[in-house]
C-alpha cells in the first residue's frame, strides 16, 4: 500500500531537485561565459588563444597588461562581491523572513561608504586603509542598527525602519563630505555612492576572496538548518536545530561577506536584493537556494557592467544599471506587501 | 514505542522577568492523551513550550527518563520529543511532501541525503493524514484544515515518541476540529504515542484527553481524569466562570454548560431566580447596585 504513495514521493523530489540541478548548472555556466566575456572584451577584443595564453603566464605585448592588470582583477571583483551580495542578501531575507531585509537597508552599505567617503575625503587615507575603515564601519553599523531596534522583542519591521533611517544618515553624511571635498578625490569618492568594478587592483581582492572561499563552505552546510528556520523559531528548534548558533553564524558570515564586498566594489545597488528572489523563483524549492542566490548575483553584477561598458554610448558603472533593475522591484514588492497588509 | 517518563519538577519559568510558571511539578502520563486547560494568559502555552524545551525555566528541571532534557543534544531529544508550535511559518512555494520531510531533520545526517526509510515514514505520515494526494502540491494553496493536517503529517514524520500540540485546531472549523482529533487519537490508539496539547475548547478536551491539567495563574490547580477534573467548582476557580456540567450524550464526558448572565432562567436552579428574571437592559446598564435608581 505504501509503494505507491513512496513513488509519487520519490518522483516529486526528484523532479523538483532537477530543476534545481539544472537551473544552478545554468547559472553557472552563465556566469563564467560572462566572466570569459569580462576578459576578452575591451578596447581591444582578443581572441580566446591570446587570453588563454595571457592566463597561462606567457607575456604577450599590450594583452598582458590589459588582460592581468584591468580585466582579470575586474572580473574577479565581479564574481566574488556579486555571489557575496547574492548569499548574503538571501540569507538575510530568509532569516528575517521579509524580502526588504538585506544589507542595503540593513544599512551595512550605507555605513561602509560613509566611512570610505570620510577616508578619501577628509583623511585621504591610501585605499588599503579605506578598504579596511568601510569593512569595520559596515559591522558598527550592523551593531549600531540592532541595537537601536532591539526594544523588548526582536522586530524585523523595526529593524528594517531603523536601518532605513541610519541609511538616510549615512548619505547625508557622504552628501555633505562630497560637497566640502577637494575635486581631485572625488572620483575616488564617487565609486562608493554607486558601486562599480572600475579600477579594482589585485591586491585588494584577496580579502574579498578569501573570505568567500573560507566561509562559503560553512554557509552551505548550514543551508539546511536555514530551511528549518523558515519554519520558524519554535518549529525548527523542536526538529532539533541549534536556533540560537544557526542564526548568529549565519548573520555574521552574510554581515562579513557584503561588507567585504562593499569595500572591494562599493554598494552595487540592488544586487542583494534581488538576487534571492530570482534564484527561488527560477531553482524553486527543491534544494537550499544559497548557492543559485550567489551565482543570480555574480551573473548580475558581471552582466551589468557589461552592459555598462558596451552597451551604450557612455560608459555606465554596474550599480547604475543594477539600481535600474531593482527600482522598479522594489516598488513591486512594496505595493504588493501593502495589498497583503504587511504594513 | 517506548515508554517514558517525563516529568517537570518544580518548574518556574516565563519571558524576561516577568514569572509565568510559578513552581509547577507534574507527571505526564505515557502513551496517553493529556490536555492542559485554563485561562487565557494562566500559562498553558508557556508550559507546554518548557515542556517541549523551547524555553528554559528560571528555575526547576524537565526530566526525561529521569535525565536534565537541558543535557540532552538537541537532535538526540528531537528524535523522542516533538512539538508542533501554534503557528509555524509556510515557506513560500514549498510541497506538501518536502515540509512533511522536514520532520526527518533529526534522523538524517549532515548532508540530508534521504534514505528508504525516510520515504516510507513520509508516506505513511501522509497515509495517516490523509494528505497523500496532496504529495506534491503548494501548501500555500492548501485549506485551513488541510495545512493542520499537513503539519501534524510533518510531526508524525518526526517519529517521536512523546508529541506536543500547541493549539493543534485554532481557526479550524468544527468539522476541521474534530477530525484532527480524531487523527491524533488514532495515534495514540495505534503507535502509543504520548500526545499532550493545549486545548481552548474544554468540552472536546474532555472528550478526547485521557488526563487534564488545570493551570490557574501558572499554578497548577488540578489533574486527573476529566471526570474528575471538570467539576463546576473547578471551572468557577479556573475560568471564573459560573456552569453546571452534564454527561456529554455521545462519548459521555462531562461536558460544560455556561450560564452567562442573560440565560440562566431556562432551569429552575437554587439561586438564579431573581437574576434570571432581570430584563437584558436593565441587567447591563444597572448591575447589582440600587436598580431601582438607575432607571
Not at chain 1, 33 to 47: E, H, Q, S, W
Not at chain 1, 195 to 203: D, F, I, P, Q, R
Not at chain 2, 203 to 221: H, I, K, Q, T
Not at chain 2, 230 to 236: D, N, Q
Request: charged share 15%.
Amino acid at each position: 500500500m505504501n509503494t505507491t504513495a513512496v513513488e509519487i514521493i520519490r518522483k516529486g523530489r526528484a523532479r523538483r531537485r532537477r530543476r534545481w540541478m539544472a537551473v544552478t548548472l545554468v547559472l553557472a555556466v552563465l556566469a563564467l561565459a560572462l566572466c570569459a566575456a569580462m576578459l576578452l572584451l575591451g578596447n581591444t577584443i582578443y581572441p580566446v588563444r591570446v587570453v588563454a595564453a595571457v592566463l597561462m603566464g606567457e607575456e604577450i605585448k599590450g594583452a598582458s597588461f590589459a588582460i592581468n592588470t584591468v580585466r582579470l582583477p575586474r572580473m574577479l571583483a565581479g564574481l566574488f562581491a556579486g555571489f557575496a551580495f547574492g548569499v548574503s542578501g538571501y540569507v538575510f531575507q530568509t532569516i528575517l523572513r521579509n524580502p526588504l531585509a538585506n544589507p542595503n537597508v540593513i544599512g551595512i552599505t550605507a555605513g561602509s561608504s560613509a566611512a570610505a567617503v570620510f577616508c578619501i575625503i577628509v583623511l585621504q587615507t591610501s585605499k588599503a586603509v579605506t578598504s579596511a575603515a568601510s569593512v569595520v564601519a559596515g559591522l558598527l553599523t550592523v551593531l549600531v542598527i540592532y541595537g537601536l531596534a532591539r526594544g523588548k522583542t526582536f522586530s524585523v519591521g523595526r529593524l528594517v525602519l531603523v536601518g532605513i533611517g541610519i541609511q538616510a544618515m549615512c548619505n547625508s553624511i557622504i552628501t555633505y563630505l562630497m560637497m566640502i571635498g577637494k575635486e581631485h578625490n572625488l572620483p575616488a569618492a564617487v565609486r562608493w555612492l554607486t558601486g562599480s568594478l572600475n579600477g579594482v587592483k589585485m591586491e585588494e581582492l584577496s580579502v574579498l576572496m578569501a573570505a568567500c572561499l573560507i566561509l562559503m563552505p560553512f554557509v552551505c552546510l548550514l543551508g539546511r538548518q536555514l530551511q528549518l528556520l523558515e519554519l520558524g523559531e519554535q518549529a525548527a528548534s523542536a526538529l532539533g536545530v541549534r536556533t540560537d548558533f544557526a542564526r548568529v553564524f549565519l548573520m555574521a558570515s552574510s554581515v562579513v561577506l557584503a561588507a567585504i564586498a562593499t569595500a572591494v566594489t562599493g554598494p552595487i545597488a540592488a544586487v542583494a536584493f534581488l538576487a534571492g528572489p530570482i534564484a527561488v523563483r527560477l531553482a524553486g524549492t527543491g534544494a537550499s537556494n544559497i548557492i543559485p542566490a550567489g551565482l543570480v548575483g555574480a551573473v548580475l553584477v558581471l552582466a551589468a557592467d557589461l552592459a555598462g561598458q558596451f552597451a551604450f554610448q557612455v560608459k555606465f558603472p554596474a550599480g547604475i544599471i543594477t539600481a535600474i533593475l531593482g527600482a522598479p522591484y522594489l516598488l513591486y514588492l512594496l505595493v504588493k506587501m501593502n495589498r497583503k497588509g504587511a504594513f | 514505542m517506548r515508554s517514558h517518563t517525563y516529568e517537570a519538577v518544580d518548574v518556574v519559568a516565563g519571558y524576561d522577568s516577568r514569572i509565568v510558571l510559578d513552581h509547577v511539578s507534574l507527571q505526564i502520563p505515557s502513551n496517553r492523551i493529556s490536555v492542559i486547560i485554563g485561562a487565557n494568559g494562566c500559562g498553558k502555552s508557556t508550559l507546554l513550550k518548557t515542556l517541549a524545551r523551547l524555553i528554559k525555566p528560571v528555575s526547576g528541571e524537565i526530566l526525561l527518563d529521569g535525565r536534565p532534557i537541558r543535557t540532552i543534544p538537541p537532535k538526540q531529544l528531537a528524535r523522542v520529543v516533538g512539538l508542533l508550535p501554534q503557528s509555524p511559518i509556510v515557506p513560500e512555494g514549498i510541497t506538501v511532501a518536502d515540509l512533511v520531510g522536514r520532520g526527518r531533520y533529526p534522523h538524517q545526517s549532515l548532508l540530508g541525503i534521504w534514505s528508504r526509510k525516510d520515504y516510507e515514514v513520509v508516506a505513511e505520515a501522509m497515509e495517516i493524514m490523509n494528505i497523500t494526494d496532496l504529495a506534491n502540491r503548494h501548501v500555500d494553496e492548501l485549506s485551513g484544515g488541510q495545512r493542520q493536517r499537513v503539519w501534524n503529517a510533518m510531526a508524525l514524520a518526526q517519529q517521536t515518541d512523546i508529541l506536543f500540540l500547541d493549539e493543534p485546531t485554532t481557526f479550524l472549523d468544527i468539522t476541521y476540529q474534530i477530525e484532527i482529533l480524531d487523527l491524533l487519537t488514532d495515534l495514540n490508539r495505534k503507535y502509543g504515542t504520548t500526545i499532550v496539547m493545549v486545548l481552548h475548547d474544554i468540552n472536546l478536551s474532555a472528550r478526547y484527553a485521557d488526563y487534564m491539567f488545570a493551570l490557574r495563574e501558572g499554578r497548577l490547580v488540578a489533574e486527573g481524569k476529566p471526570s474528575e477534573v471538570i467539576t463546576s467548582g473547578l471551572i468557577k476557580d479556573v475560568f471564573g466562570l459560573d456552569c453546571t456540567i452534564i454527561r456529554d450524550p455521545v462519548s459521555n464526558s462531562p461536558s460544560v454548560v455556561p450560564i452567562g448572565r442573560h440565560h440562566a432562567g431556562g432551569i429552575p436552579m437554587t439561586d438564579s431566580g431573581l437574576r434570571g428574571n432581570a430584563s437584558p437592559e436593565r441587567a447591563e446598564y444597572a448591575p447589582s447596585a440600587s436598580p431601582a435608581s438607575g432607571a
